[in-house]
C-alpha cells in the first residue's frame, strides 16, 4: 500500500523582516520576525511513498523537474526519511496558486506544504511548532506559512535548532487585508538566499538592522496587542525600508527596486496623506505589497488603478494555517 500527504499551505508576507542567517546549515536567522499569512497565494502539494521508486521524483505544476530541482526536494525530504528511519522514495506532486502576474516567490507555502504532507505520508504526526523547525530548513521564510494570521518566527538560541521556530501571535480578525502590486514577474536577479548573506557580510549597517529589528519586533507585538492598526502599518513601513536601506550598504549594493517599485511607494503615500491609512513593504524584488484595512481595499484599489493594471493589483485577505487535504 502507498501512504500519501497531502497538504495546502498559504504564502506569507513578513512584516518585520528576516534577512540573513547566523547558521547557514540550520537557517537560523539573526533576527526574529512577524509575518502575515495570505489566503490568496498558496501551495498544494502530495508526497506518496513508493518503495518502487530507486529516487525522488518531484512535478511541479505537472511538469517533472529536473535532476538539480529535485535534489533540493530530496535533501529536506532526507530529514523526514531520518526522523521515520525510513529508507524509502517519494513522488512529489506541487501545484503553485499564485496569480501569474504577481510573480511572488512561492518557496514559503512550498516548503511549509511539503512538510506538511511528509509529515502525514511517514505518519510521524509532528505538531506544528516542531514541523515549523523542519519547514525552516527548507526556506527560512516558510517556518512562518505553518500557521495562519499573524505568525512570529522566534530567533532562538544559539545553534540549537528546535528552539528556532514559528508561534501564532493572532488571528488577525480585526479588519486586516493586503494588495500585491505586482511590478515585474520575471525571476529576481539575485537570490534571497544569496543577497542576505551578501548583507550579512559586507553591510556596515548589518549590525544596527539587528538591533533595530529587534526594537520594531517588540513594537508591534505590542500594537497587535492593542489592535493599533496605524502602529502596525508604520511600523512595517518603516522595518522594510530598513532591510532595504541595509542591503544597499553592502559590497556591490544589493536593490530589488524597480522605477514602478518608487511609483506604487509614492502612490500609497498619497493615498494614506488623502486619509485613508495603508502603508507599504518590499522584500527580496520589485513588487509593492500594501497592508491595509480589509473593509478599505475596495477604496485603495480604486485609487491605485489610476496608476496601475487591473492584473498588477492582486488582493488577498488573510489566510490560514496549513491543512491536510484529504483529495
Ligand atoms: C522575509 N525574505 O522575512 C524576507 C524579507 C525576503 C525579504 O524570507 O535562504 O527565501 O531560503 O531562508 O526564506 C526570503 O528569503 O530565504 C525572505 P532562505 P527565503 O520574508
Redesign the pocket.
Known sequence: MKQIGRCRAHTN??LI???G?RNNDL?LPMNS?L?LTLDAFYTDTSVTLDSKLETDEFFLNGTKQDKDETKKISRFLDLFRQTANSEVHAKIESYNHVPTAAGL?S??SAFAALAGAANTAWQLNLDKQTLSTYARRG????TRSIYGGLVEWTMGEGDISESSHAIEIDDASWDIGMIVIAINKHKKKLS??VG?KLTVDTSPFYPVWVTEAKKDLIAMKEAIKRKDFIKLGEITESNGMK?HATMLGATPPISYWEPDSVKAINKVKEIRNNGIPCYVTM??GPNVKVLCRQSQMSDILDKLKESFTNDQLICSAVGEGIKQLTD
Not at 526556506?139 to 516558510?142: A, F, K, Q
Open positions: 508576507i513578513a523582516k528576516y534577512w542567517k537557517f520576525s509575518s516567490a518557496s514559503a526556506s527560512g521564510s516558510s534571497s538566499r542576505m532591510m522584500d527580496a
